[in-house]
C-alpha cells in the first residue's frame, strides 16, 4: 500500500474507479491548472494500471491488445459478418481469448471442446448470467429465466419447461396448433402468383409467434388482427434492443448520451406496452380461472401462485418476464431457422428432391406429416440437422458470467468475466466436420442409413443454460418443413446462382432478404 499525505486545499477532483477484483482505485487531482491534458494523461494512467493489476501473476488467456479505457470495444460494433470476424480472432489467438470492454473481461470461447469443457464440465462456474443494464431496462433485476440466476433461474426454468411438457393440457395438443399455421401459410402460398415469388419469413415470423401466443394464452390470432401485428412489433422492438455487447452495459456514462436516453426510452416503452398487453391476458385469465380446466402457461402459472407453495418465486413480475423471456426467445430464433430451411432447399434441388421422395414412401400424399412420423423419415431429419449446422441461427450462446475464479484449458479465469461461446465455431470444427462448408445431410445418418446424432452439434448451446424451447423448436421446424415440402416444391424467382446463403449477422444469423416461388406438387 502506498500512503502519499496532500493538503486537502490542494484536492481538485477525486476519481475512483473498481477493478474486476474489488480492489478500489483513487486517482486525485492535484491541482486546477493542470489542464486537460493532465486530466487525459490521469485516466489513460490509472486504466493501464488497473488492466495490469488485473492481469499481473496471472495467466488470462491472451487477445487483441486493448485501447486504454475503451479496451477493444471497437470490434463490438455493428457488422454483418461479425461472427467470422470473433471466428477468425480464434485463429490468431486460439479457441479461448480475452477482450476488453471498459474494465469487464470478455472471455470468447470457440470449437466443441473448450465450449463443452466450460458449460457442461464446469457447469457450476459458468452457467450464471451477468446483470447487463440494456437487457434489463424496464424490467425487475432478478426475474424471468433468460437474465437470472441461482435459485429463481432454477425454480422458474423447471417450471416452465415443465408447462411446455405439459401441451398436452388445454383443447389442444401441440401438434394440432402448429397444424393450425401451418394451413395459413399453405393458403398464402396457394394464394400467391407463383411466377412472382413470395417472400415467406414474414408469415413463418408471424406463425412461430402465434405457436407461442397459443401455449401463453390458448389462442391464436389472425395473421392481419391488430392487437397480434402490434404484439410482434413491439417484440421485435425489444429484441432489437437487448444488445448484450451495447456500449450501455460497459460504460454507465454513456446512458447519459443521447443515443443511451434514447435506448432507455424506447426499451422501457415497449416493455411498458408488452406489460400492459399480457395485464388484460392475465386479468382475463384470473377472472375466468378454473383449477379443474388448465387451459394455457397462464392458467399454469396461476395455479403455481395460487398455490403458495413458493411466493417469492411465483410473483406477478416474474409472471410478465417469463412470458417475454419466451416470446423473445421463440418467435424470432424459430421462424429464421424455418426461413433458412426453405432457403437450402431452393439452393439445393436435389436434396429437396430426395426428402420429398422419402416424405411419399412413409406417408404418402393423402395424409399431413405427423409427429408419429418422426424416426421414419431419416434423411429428412439429418437435412434439418445440417440446415441448423450450416446456417448458425444463433452464431453466439447469451452471455454468461464466471462466479468464482477459475482455469479453463489453463488460462486464468477471472471472476466476473463475461464468457461467451461461439457456436458457429463448434459447426465449423474440422474436428467434428469435415468440409464444414459443404451441404452434406448423410452427415447424420449412418453406414445402415440411420439417422445418428453427433457430439459438436450444439445449435441450442450445451450445459444447463441449454435452450428451454429445443423440443418445441424441433416439434416446428420438423412439421413446418416435411408439411410444406410434402405439398409444394420451392425453387428461386430468378437464376437459382443469384440466390446467396450467406448470413447476416444481427441477433439472429439472419439470410438475406429473398423471394422463392412455392410450385404446388401434383
Ligand atoms: C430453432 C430455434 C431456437 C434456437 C436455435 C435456440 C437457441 C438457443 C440458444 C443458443 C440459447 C442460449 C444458450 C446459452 O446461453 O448458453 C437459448 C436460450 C433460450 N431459449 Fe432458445 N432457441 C430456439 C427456440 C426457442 C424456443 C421455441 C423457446 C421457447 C418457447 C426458447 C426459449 C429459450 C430460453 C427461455 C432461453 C434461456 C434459457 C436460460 O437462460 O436458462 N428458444 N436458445
Known sequence: MLTVLIRKSDVHMLMSSQAMDGTEYYLIFLADRLGLGTFLCAIVTLVLLILWVQSSGKNLPPGPRPWPFIGNTILFQKDPDGYLKYTNLASKYGNIYKLHCGFTIIVMINGYDAIHEAFTKQDDVFSDRPQLFAPLIGVSKGTGITYNSGLRWKTLRRFTLQALRDFGVGKLTLEERIGEEIEVIFEVFSKSLVEEGIRVKPYLLSATTNIICSVMFGARFDYKDTRFTELTSVLEEIFRLNAPIAKENFFPVTRWFPSGRELIRRRTAAIERVKAYLAEAIREHEETFDHSSIRDFIDLYIKAKRDNSNPEIFTESNMYKVMVDLFLAGGETTGTSLDWALLYMVCYPNIQATCQREIDQVVGSSRHVGLSDRGKLDYVEATLLEIQRISNTLTFSLPHICNKDTKLYGYDIPKDAIVIANLYS?????????????????????????????????????????????????????????????????????????????????????????????VRRS
Open 426 to 518: 463448434a459447426h465449423i470444427d474440422p474436428k467434428y466436420w469435415p468440409e464444414p462448408e459443404k451441404f452434406r445431410p448423410e452427415r447424420f445418418i449412418d453406414e445402415n442409413g440411420k439417422l445418428f446424432r453427433k457430439d459438436g452439434f450444439i445449435p441450442f448451446g450445451d450445459g444447463p443454460r441449454i435452450c428451454i424451447g429445443e423440443p418445441l423448436a424441433k416439434m416446428e421446424l420438423f412439421l413446418f418443413f416435411t408439411n410444406l415440402i410434402q405439398r409444394f416444391s420451392f425453387t428461386s424467382v430468378g437464376p437459382r446462382t443469384q440466390i446467396s446463403t450467406r448470413g447476416i449477422q444481427a441477433l439472429t444469423l439472419t439470410p438475406l432478404p429473398y423471394k422463392l416461388m412455392a
